[in-house]
């Protein structure tokens, strides 16, 4: 387990090397829009957590120069993230689900749900959306019905060994875009499991 944690934690942290600090004054008040333990059952570990700025983002996925120039144009400005790691106990056991809560700050409202508005079931754009990790290989996209009110993707990408399957899921208010990342390698994640970390999210936030 302490291998797999490990692991999982160095993949995205080496994609996070060479991110900049994007948080400005103020910006740890968006955590509150990214899932917490209870959100997930309680049954997750918290592994990486950070700020990363707009060029940090387009830089992770292909052309990077095209992807920064797009967000540029598209008034993204930064965001923040949670990646979490499902917590198993002891084999023989199914591959552990991973997590990514997101939040991305655009200029103005009206810029914010026009990205979300212009997503489609391309696998190289929804790959470049998040700070997520997948195969480079295979990947197959589809849209599927809105969970919770957001537009919701699943994701499957396969080369050799490696293998994932997510649910990929984006919602606009005010100006900004919440997103729920979650996924495993034999998709065992459902839409019932991602509406439940929306829904409890809304509870959370409607009692702060």
Known sequence: MKTRLALAAGVLSAALAGCSDASESGDADLDRYLCEQ???D???LQLVSGAFSRDDLGGLGLDPAGRKREYRAAGMERGRFVFWKESLPKPP???PMNVVCQVLVFESPQQAAAW???LDAD???LAASGILWLPGGTRMTEELAPIAG???FRVTAEEGPARVTLI???AAEGNIVQSVFAG???GRVTSDYVRSIWDSQAVRLAGE
């Open 38 to 40: 209870s959100d997930l």
């Open 42 to 44: 309680g049954r997750f």
């Open 93 to 95: 056991f199914d591959p």
């Open 116 to 118: 979300v508005a212009s």
């Open 123 to 125: 696998a190289a754009d």
């Open 150 to 152: 957001a537009r919701a």
């Open 168 to 170: 990929a899921t984006y």
């Open 184 to 186: 495993d390698r034999d």
